[in-house]
């Protein structure tokens, strides 16, 4: 407009802008404004403030217009079809979100002008057009009312010239401000919801979908990873939440956790889905949950999908009580989308059962098992036995009674404390005479002669996953040189536990067995046909220790040696 009304006449548009003012002079207004042509863009400081205004200027205008070119009137003038408004690209342009949201009063134009309605009796068709509810259409329900997600859902699918709209074009609707930086890409969408969670605590901006972009970050890299969250409500706690922020560590916040399979755990995020699109009718007794990967960083998480699953439903009780097996950890999620190589490395599947090989698997000469197995341990190259994710995983997973091969150690079980960590136990015959210690003959856990506790009892129970004087079972110390120490008074019972990455790698030092004399023990991660799990093995060093009895045919027993995955 600037370069004068007859150079413009002929540019795409200049219809638009001589009808709203033609519109708005009949309607008694003195001025318009559009946003084509009222924002010098030319100055940054100008299109910075009409981009962190512009929600507020819709809000505040007496009438807005909306000009839906493409959609066809009949000869009646009015609207022919429906499905004609809904299909406008009109609701597929990013910034023409807050055009629909903001104004109280608005009246949409089709092709050639004609007047198609107010946003009263549209309601429907815009409600189907863009999946905003009614009640936020006719303004009974206020923006900051309804969930981040929900919000982000109505940007999802929309389209901006600049990548960097997608983000800027949602300020208003979440009443924040920030710098416009373009040029910076994706990273606007991020910074975004940087800004919204310093003023928010909903936890519905967790609840996206789209690890399809090698994500392992906690926030959404752009509203198309929203779209399924139509429904999403954020669920207040009375006691309130912990503060969570950005730091140099990445996203800080405390969490509620429990192990999940291996190096993963099912994370807490308060909100829940509306039943039928109606919060009010919602009993809210439900959570929603994210999976989190530990990293090789103790305090460092990513983001992961468990068995192509992003988001689950947590049930809690009818009274809302705390949810069993969960822990509140501080965790730092970093934002970083990961080169192809390094992202399948944290994303590759784990295994959360173990896997014997046959090298320490005997049959008897009618071919019976000379083994009993429980838990989730499987043989050779069978299925791995399928297990309650989450309930197993934390505890003892499973146990290996081999006392009828008639050697030295008879019960091997094996588990993981919270923190996944690799758990050891072993029984030699002299420990089952033991009582209240930590095996009874079928090789089931024990804490002071009680044999029937749960994975999760056993999880709970004091001391169990910890090294600490009130420790009631008590771990082998190990000595510099690899060496594990009978505890006293223990004679037969070995509990050792091993680094979540660097395993473990100890010699067994019974009293009964001399300094030359030990029996190796190895916990070590590997990565066996694209799935992460952990190997045990139990290696003799001498010629005796695991040698059995000779036969009735005067020759010595094989040795045996234990592959767990």
Same mark, same amino acid.
């Given at each position: 407009?600037?370069?004068?009304?007859?150079?413009?006449?002929?540019?795409?548009?200049?219809?638009?802008?001589?009808?709203?003012?033609?519109?708005? &002079? @009949?309607?008694?207004? +003195?001025?318009?404004?559009?946003?084509?042509?009222? /924002?010098?863009?030319? !100055?940054?400081?100008? $299109?910075?403030?009409?981009?962190?205004?512009?929600?507020?200027?819709?809000?505040?205008?007496?009438?807005?217009?909306?000009?839906?070119?493409?959609?066809?009137?009949?000869?009646?003038?009015?609207?022919?079809?429906?499905?004609?408004?809904?299909?406008?690209?009109?609701?597929?342009?990013?910034?023409?979100?807050?055009?629909?949201?903001?104004?109280?009063?608005?009246?949409?134009?089709?092709?050639?002008?004609?007047?198609?309605?107010?946003?009263?009796?549209?309601?429907?068709?815009?409600?189907?057009?863009?999946?905003?509810?009614?009640?936020?259409?006719?303004?009974?329900?206020?923006?900051?009312?309804?969930?981040?997600?929900?919000?982000?859902?109505?940007?999802?699918?929309? &389209? @901006?010239?600049?990548? +960097?709209?997608?983000?800027?074009?949602?300020?208003? /609707?979440?009443?924040? !401000?920030?710098?416009? $930086?373009?040029?910076?890409?994706?990273?606007?969408?991020?910074?975004?919801?940087?800004?919204?969670?310093?003023?928010?605590?909903?936890?519905?901006?967790?609840?996206?979908?789209?690890?399809?972009?090698?994500?392992?970050?906690?926030?959404?890299?752009?509203?198309?990873?929203?779209?399924?969250?139509?429904?999403?409500?954020?669920?207040?706690?009375?006691?309130?939440?912990?503060?969570?922020?950005?730091?140099?560590?990445?996203?800080?916040?405390?969490?509620?956790?429990?192990?999940?399979?291996?190096?993963?755990?099912?994370?807490?995020?308060?909100?829940?889905?509306?039943?039928?699109?109606?919060?009010?009718?919602?009993?809210?007794?439900?959570?929603?949950?994210?999976?989190?990967?530990?990293?090789?960083?103790?305090?460092?998480?990513?983001?992961?999908?468990?068995?192509?699953?992003?988001?689950?439903?947590?049930?809690?009780?009818?009274?809302?009580?705390?949810?069993?097996?969960?822990?509140?950890?501080?965790?730092?999620?970093?934002?970083?989308?990961?080169?192809?190589?390094?992202?399948?490395?944290?994303?590759?599947?784990?295994?959360?059962?173990?896997?014997?090989?046959?090298?320490?698997?005997?049959?008897?000469?009618?071919?019976?098992?000379?083994?009993?197995?429980?838990?989730?341990?499987?043989?050779?190259?069978?299925?791995?036995?399928?297990?309650?994710?989450?309930?197993?995983?934390?505890?003892?997973?499973?146990?290996?009674?081999?006392?009828?091969?008639?050697?030295?150690?008879?019960?091997?079980?094996?588990?993981?404390?919270?923190?996944?960590?690799?758990?050891?136990?072993?029984?030699?015959?002299?420990?089952?005479?033991?009582?209240?210690?930590?095996?009874?003959?079928?090789?089931?856990?024990?804490?002071?002669?009680?044999?029937?506790?749960?994975?999760?009892?056993?999880?709970?129970?004091?001391?169990?996953?910890?090294?600490?004087?009130?420790?009631?079972?008590?771990?082998?110390?190990?000595?510099?040189?690899?060496?594990?120490?009978?505890?006293?008074?223990?004679?037969?019972?070995?509990?050792?536990?091993?680094?979540?990455?660097?395993?473990?790698?100890?010699?067994?030092?019974?009293?009964?067995?001399?300094?030359?004399?030990?029996?190796?023990?190895?916990?070590?991660?590997?990565?066996?046909?694209?799935?992460?799990?952990?190997?045990?093995?139990?290696?003799?060093?001498?010629?005796?220790?695991?040698?059995?009895?000779?036969?009735?045919?005067?020759?010595?027993?094989?040795?045996?040696?234990?592959?767990?995955?």
């Amino acid at each position: 407009m600037q370069s004068g009304q007859a150079l413009q006449e002929n540019k795409k548009g200049f219809q638009k802008i001589q009808m709203c003012c033609h519109k708005a &002079k @009949t309607t008694g207004l +003195e001025y318009v404004w559009v946003d084509t042509c009222c /924002i010098d863009k030319t !100055s940054s400081s100008e $299109l910075q403030e009409a981009i962190n205004s512009m929600f507020q200027w819709y809000r505040n205008a007496v009438i807005c217009y909306a000009y839906l070119f493409d959609v066809q009137i009949d000869s009646d003038n009015t609207l022919s079809s429906s499905q004609s408004f809904q299909d406008s690209v009109w609701f597929k342009r990013g910034w023409t979100l807050q055009e629909l949201l903001a104004p109280t009063e608005m009246v949409f134009y089709g092709e050639g002008w004609h007047e198609l309605g107010d946003k009263h009796l549209l309601k429907h068709e815009l409600s189907a057009a863009t999946g905003i509810s009614l009640s936020v259409l006719e303004g009974k329900i206020e923006l900051q009312d309804i969930s981040i997600a929900e919000r982000m859902s109505w940007a999802s699918e929309r &389209k @901006t010239e600049r990548v +960097e709209d997608r983000a800027y074009s949602l300020l208003g /609707i979440f009443d924040v !401000s920030m710098p416009m $930086l373009y040029g910076e890409g994706k990273k606007a969408f991020r910074r975004l919801q940087e800004e919204i969670i310093k003023y928010s605590d909903d936890h519905t901006i967790f609840a996206w979908k789209g690890m399809k972009h090698k994500n392992p970050g906690m926030l959404a890299l752009e509203p198309d990873d929203f779209a399924s969250c139509q429904n999403l409500v954020n669920v207040r706690v009375r006691k309130g939440r912990n503060p969570y922020s950005v730091t140099n560590r990445g996203l800080s916040i405390t969490l509620s956790l429990k192990p999940w399979t291996i190096d993963t755990y099912l994370a807490v995020i308060y909100c829940d889905k509306t039943v039928n699109n109606n919060a009010e009718k919602d009993s809210r007794q439900n959570l929603m949950g994210i999976f989190l990967r530990r990293l090789d960083d103790d305090d460092q998480y990513a983001r992961v999908s468990v068995s192509a699953i992003e988001l689950m439903t947590i049930k809690r009780s009818s009274n809302g009580a705390s949810l069993p097996g969960f822990r509140d950890v501080t965790v730092n999620v970093r934002q970083v989308e990961l080169p192809n190589e390094e992202f399948a490395s944290v994303a590759e599947e784990r295994v959360s059962g173990f896997r014997i090989s046959d090298e320490l698997l005997e049959y008897d000469s009618k071919g019976k098992r000379l083994f009993e197995i429980k838990g989730n341990l499987t043989v050779g190259r069978e299925k791995p036995n399928e297990t309650t994710p989450g309930r197993e995983i934390c505890g003892i997973v499973g146990k290996l009674d081999i006392s009828k091969q008639k050697r030295r150690i008879e019960v091997i079980t094996l588990g993981f404390d919270f923190e996944f960590n690799p758990v050891c136990f072993l029984a030699e015959s002299s420990g089952y005479a033991q009582k209240g210690r930590m095996f009874d003959k079928s090789g089931k856990f024990a804490i002071n002669g009680d044999w029937d506790l749960t994975p999760e009892e056993v999880h709970n129970s004091k001391g169990i996953h910890e090294r600490t004087p009130e420790d009631v079972m008590g771990w082998n110390s190990i000595m510099p040189d690899g060496t594990a120490l009978v505890n006293a008074g223990r004679s037969g019972l070995w509990a050792l536990k091993g680094d979540r990455l660097k395993g473990l790698d100890v010699s067994l030092r019974p009293y009964s067995m001399t300094i030359e004399e030990n029996i190796r023990v190895t916990m070590t991660r590997e990565s066996i046909d694209g799935q992460m799990g952990w190997v045990f093995g139990i290696i003799d060093t001498t010629k005796s220790i695991w040698r059995k009895p000779k036969g009735e045919d005067g020759k010595d027993g094989r040795r045996g040696f234990a592959k767990f995955m």
